[in-house]
């Protein structure tokens, strides 16, 4: 089951900051407005994310694989703070060392090759190159008039350790009614 989100803001009052970060809309289509709506968007899908227990909090590691397709510049801005260490994966490497795993552009195989590697680990996806999140990411990103929208994709979230509040699916409505 997916369910796609427009991220248009919140009244929940205990993750206001994350839903802050993470409902800003671009308001200009130049490549630094879309850079900085996927980066709030990605830091807000970050701070709802729960890693284990027994692995260390931060600074989280986010490996970028592929060419993503929004933007060059994936520098998450995480609510509170949170410190992200950015990475390039080169093909055809694994997801070892990596908390958040950006999926770009990638050859069908290595994204199969990736998804299948993180399934089971704590490991949070994202991708920008999958807009009706089908090929087994967490979150899928895609620009939309005025902003970026994301959708989410249960199965995959629900297959692993990673828990992610399930406040983030009341962030918004269908990402498909704007």
């Given at each position: 089951m997916?369910?796609s989100?427009?991220?248009?803001?919140?009244?929940l009052?205990a993750?206001?900051?994350a839903?802050?970060?993470?409902?800003?809309?671009i308001?200009?289509?130049?490549?630094?407005?879309?850079?900085?709506?996927?980066?709030?968007?990605?830091?807000g899908?970050i701070?709802?994310?729960?890693?284990?227990a027994?692995?260390?909090r931060?600074?989280?590691?986010?490996?970028?694989?592929?060419?993503?397709?929004?933007?060059d510049?994936?520098?998450?801005?995480?609510?509170?703070?949170?410190?992200?260490v950015?990475?390039r994966?080169?093909?055809?490497?694994?997801?070892?060392?990596c908390?958040?795993l950006?999926?770009?552009?990638?050859?069908?195989a290595?994204?199969?090759?990736?998804?299948?590697?993180?399934?089971?680990?704590?490991v949070l996806?994202?991708?920008d190159?999958d807009?009706?999140c089908?090929?087994?990411?967490?979150?899928?990103?895609?620009?939309?008039?005025?902003?970026?929208?994301?959708?989410?994709?249960?199965?995959?979230?629900g297959r692993?350790?990673?828990?992610?509040?399930?406040?983030v699916?009341?962030?918004?409505?269908?990402?498909?009614?704007?």
């Open positions: 997916f369910v989100l427009l991220l248009v803001g919140s009244s009052a993750p206001q900051l839903m802050e970060a993470a409902s800003q809309t308001v200009d289509g130049s490549p630094a407005g879309v850079a900085t709506g996927v980066n709030r968007i990605v830091g899908i701070s709802y994310a729960r890693w284990p027994d692995l260390p931060a600074p989280r590691t986010m490996c970028v694989a592929g060419t993503p397709q929004l933007t510049h994936i520098a998450p801005a995480v609510p509170g703070g949170q410190s992200i950015v990475r994966l080169s093909a055809p490497a694994n997801g070892s060392g908390d958040i950006f999926l770009g552009r990638m050859p069908v290595d994204r199969q090759r990736l998804i299948a590697w993180v399934r089971g680990r704590p996806t994202i991708t190159d807009p009706g089908s090929f087994g990411a967490m979150f899928c990103l895609r620009a939309r008039a005025p902003g970026v929208s994301f959708s989410v994709n249960l199965d995959a979230i692993g350790p990673l828990r992610i509040d399930p406040r699916l009341q962030i918004g409505s269908d990402g498909d009614a704007s």
